[in-house]
């Protein structure tokens, strides 16, 4: 009874202060920066080798390009990332994703500060924009919640509403990666030109790059100058 009586409480704990516990599997944490547990972070993997001088992946040989990356016209310079995509790190974007977590869109801002480091400087921080209809559904884009915090944190711009999704895309899930390009194709436009600006790309996940690189296109051939990416995990393909 009395454990019952315990757990009941731990419940509404939970439900009223969601800040108090971690991000991807919901134990109280003591650190509140990242809001993710002890055990959760020594489970999530950065590289540890060398990795790819565009993409990041983890590859054998240093100073190279994957093969991925060199097997495709890329628009944007480099892409950075927080973690790799496994099981674990999955549920850091699906609690946001799928589960209406709005508010661990400011934990995963703070996760790409430090990788964010290892770019050069840009002007301003432009989200991977959702379809009006994805955000009748889901109520907000997550890109845009975790770039507006981004924002706050580096002190750069976000400009929300440049660039657009104008075709409502299938998931890219379980698609191979020529089907991932063939579906973002033409999917995005700018409503304004951008003056040689130089561009922060946030997406959640980088597969295989098709969604951050079609829109790095578009960005490119409305006039921005460079382009960077950071995402909060990557795949290994
Ligand atoms: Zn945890
Ligand atoms: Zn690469």
């Known amino acids: 009874m ?3 009586i315990f757990n009941l409480i731990e419940a509404f704990e939970k439900a ?23 055990n959760c972070k020594s489970l999530l993997i950065k590289p540890q080798g060398p990795v790819c001088k565009i993409c990041g992946m983890p590859i054998h040989e240093n100073n190279t390009i994957c093969d991925d990356c060199k097997s495709q016209k890329l628009y944007f310079e480099k892409a950075v990332y927080a973690y790799l995509f496994d099981k674990k790190s999955a549920n850091l974007v699906y609690g946001l994703k799928y589960s209406s977590k709005k508010y661990s869109a400011k934990y995963l ?5 430090a990788p964010i480091t290892n770019l050069p ?28 915090y981004l924002s706050e944190c580096l002190n750069v711009p976000i400009i929300n509403d440049l660039l657009v999704r104008t075709k409502n895309t299938k998931s890219q899930t379980g698609k191979s990666k020529s089907a991932r390009k063939e579906n ?7 409503k304004e ?20 690189n079609e829109c790095a296109k578009i960005l490119k051939e409305n006039g921005a100058k460079s382009v960077y990416v950071a995402t909060i995990l990557k795949t290994i393909n």
């Open 109 to 113: 801002a703070r996760l790409l500060v």
């Open 193 to 212: 030109k951008l003056n040689n600006k130089t561009i922060l790309l946030i997406d959640d996940v980088f597969t295989t790059g098709a969604t951050v």
């Open 184 to 190: 973002v194709l033409g999917a995005f436009s700018t």
């Open 2 to 4: 009395r454990n019952k």
């Open 16 to 38: 009223l202060f969601p800040e108090y516990s971690c991000i991807i599997c919901g134990r109280e944490v003591c650190d509140k920066t990242f809001l993710i547990c002890e």
């Open 121 to 148: 400087y840009f002007d301003c921080i432009i989200p991977v924009p959702l379809h009006q209809d994805k955000i009748k559904l889901r109520g907000y884009n997550q890109c845009e919640l975790i770039a507006n």
